[in-house]
Nanobody, 125 residues
């Protein structure tokens, strides 16, 4: 089985913070690339952040300095800490995983085969 399940979404005021969690399991072990993406009715899917198995991190445009992705060193979990949230951050946030042959060389553009169902984040003005 391959499962990814997000949690931690909710509604916050602009300037607020949320911490999203993604719990995953896979019969083939850890994913080389663990990513957060987001999608809304007015925006195409956007890469938010990616972390690989050795801790290298890539952030998408508009989130660096506000969002932090991290892996749990002892649990099959990845987190996305979000601060100074703005209405344009409103979206469904998805956790995704992949294990390409050559690691995670193009993390925001790679076609991820495994996805969670998403968690809603709503930021009001």
């Amino acid at each position: 089985q391959v499962r990814l399940v997000e949690s931690g979404g909710g509604s916050v005021q602009a300037g607020g913070s949320l911490r999203l969690s993604c719990e995953f399991s896979s019969y083939h072990g850890a994913f080389a690339c663990m990513a957060w993406f987001r999608r809304s009715p007015v925006k195409e899917r956007q890469g938010v952040a990616v972390v690989d198995t050795v801790g290298r991190i890539t952030y998408g445009a508009g989130v660096k300095g506000r969002f932090t992705i991290s892996r749990d060193p002892e649990k099959p979990m990845v987190y996305l800490e979000m601060s100074n949230l703005a209405p344009e951050d409103t979206a469904i946030y998805y956790c995704a995983g992949a294990t390409p042959f050559d690691g995670c060389p193009d993390p925001l553009n790679f076609t991820y085969p495994y996805w969670g169902p998403g968690t809603q984040v709503t930021v009001s003005s």
